[in-house]
């Protein structure tokens, strides 16, 4: 393919995306990378700190790109549209509340562009092995836990299974574009940050290989060589990349309300096979009564199904009775909304003497992301999108008057953290309160 000249091509319809990294870069590949009719002028971030500022390379663009598309602080995208006459907006990034999604659109009609969401048909690819897709209503929901679970029925199927993880591509995009991990030796190599070792770790603890990056067409193809099922671990609330031939959406009674509030987790529930109602054991029944009604009403063909996600801690007897801090799953606290975690709730149950707020200690970036999620008071969110965060996370917990650390992060964090202080960690798995249903949905969908 070779790119038009300026003097024979038509006028290109020029577009912005709005992304965080992830869903942004994928819409990117599938529907305009290879199109002469449109010119992506540009991608926007948010979300996620220190990811703007930055080129999507020449290599993944591909020809139409030579110098590859800049990615840009989102604050500015109006600003964009008319410095770069641009004729349309697309909305490509996840766990928003409808009514920030419809302030995006204002703002993208006010300033003259049209606004776009892509449907799910155009954007997901089809694999020839069979999917089962993992997604949810929000951040923090018990997805992880879920495709674990999944992980060790289809084993027990006989199946060899790879899991696929939502992107997460805060380095080098280029080196990114096809990620393996089958042991920590590959984090390392790949030079993981905490947030990607909190998705990547379990899926290797498990004994399970994960692919992630930025070409998703590229880690499908190479997924399917060493996989008989294609298990899709779905980041944020974000729909699936991939066709599936199963999709299992998880709902939280924590947060109800929030399944029918929030993009594109609405539409994840409209189009689940199963919708599983998680962390039973810990919220009010007449709250899971409410996140079943609503969702029997958006979608009355999904199987409904109650689930537990039991804490345990490793060596309670570290902490019972002595002042601690809890560290909890970044993403969790922030766009994910969360005020606790599973940390919490095992150090609860340890007994521990207090839990210290560790707003007053905060330094640098830590405080500012306090001051950006004030519902994160009282507990650290396990920041860690660079070696500065880690720097700011590990002076913060020195600073502290406690005896010990709860880690409710999916990793064993002491791995990237040095602290002086015993850290005990908070595990929790999935139960279904109603055992052998999703094996049997399982085994249906794959015939």
């Not at 290109?12 to 290879?34: C, E, P, S, T």
């Not at 840009?72 to 697309?90: N, S, Y």
């Not at 929000?138 to 199946?159: A, H």
């Not at 606790?340 to 709730?345: E, K, L, R, S, T």
Request: hydrophobic share 40%; proline share 7%; with cysteine.
């Amino acid at each position: 393919m070779v790119a038009p000249s300026s003097a024979s091509a038509p006028a290109r319809r020029r577009i912005l995306i709005l992304g965080a990294a992830g869903r942004d870069f994928h819409d990117f590949n599938v529907r305009y990378r290879d199109n002469p009719a449109v010119e992506v002028v540009a991608f926007t971030a948010t979300q996620i700190p220190d990811i703007d500022d930055r080129i999507y390379p020449a290599e993944l663009a591909g020809p139409y790109y030579p110098n590859g598309i800049p990615v840009l602080d989102e604050a500015i995208f109006t600003d964009v549209i008319a410095r770069e006459e641009v004729d349309t907006v697309v909305l490509a990034y996840s766990d928003l509340p409808h009514t920030q999604v419809m302030h995006l659109a204002s703002r993208a009609v006010a300033a003259g562009a049209d606004f776009v969401l892509h449907g799910s048909r155009t954007t997901m690819l089809r694999s020839s092995k069979p999917v089962i897709a993992v997604t949810a209503v929000r951040t923090g929901v018990g997805k992880s836990q879920t495709t674990r679970y999944l992980t060790r029925i289809l084993r027990d199927l006989g199946k060899q299974v790879v899991a696929v993880r939502h992107p997460m591509p805060y380095g080098d995009l280029a080196a990114q574009a096809c990620q393996r991990f089958a042991d920590y030796a590959d984090l390392d190599r790949h030079k993981c940050t905490i947030e990607e070792r909190e998705e990547y770790e379990p899926h290797i603890d498990n004994g399970c290989i994960v692919y992630a990056g930025v070409d998703y067409e590229r880690i499908l193809r190479e997924a399917e060589q060493e996989a008989d099922v294609i298990l899709w671990d779905g980041g944020n609330n974000d729909t699936p990349f991939y066709a599936p031939d199963l999709h299992i959406v998880l709902a939280d009674p924590l947060r109800p309300g929030h399944e029918a509030a929030y993009h594109p987790g609405e539409t994840n529930v409209r189009m689940a096979d199963i919708v599983i109602v998680n962390k039973c054991d810990s919220a009010a029944l007449e709250d899971v009564e409410a996140v079943e009604r609503t969702v029997a009403k958006l979608n009355p063909r999904a199987q409904i199904l109650r689930c537990d996600s039991p804490v345990t801690l490793e060596h309670p007897e570290t902490v019972a009775g002595k002042s601690v801090v809890v560290i909890e799953d970044g993403p969790t606290l922030t766009h994910g909304s969360m005020s606790f975690g599973a940390g919490v709730v095992g150090a609860r149950a340890a007994g521990v003497a207090d839990i210290v707020d560790p707003v007053p200690y905060a330094v640098s970036s830590i405080a500012a992301t306090f001051a950006t999620y004030p519902n994160a008071a009282g507990v650290l969110p396990a920041m860690g999108y660079g070696e500065s965060q880690i720097h700011d996370l590990e002076a913060t917990i020195v600073t502290m008057p406690v005896q010990a650390i709860v880690s409710g992060t999916p990793i064993d964090i002491s791995r990237v953290l040095r602290v002086d202080k015993p850290l005990v960690r908070a595990r929790y798995e999935l139960r279904e309160q109603q055992p052998g249903r999703l094996e049997a949905a399982v085994r249906a969908a794959l015939g």
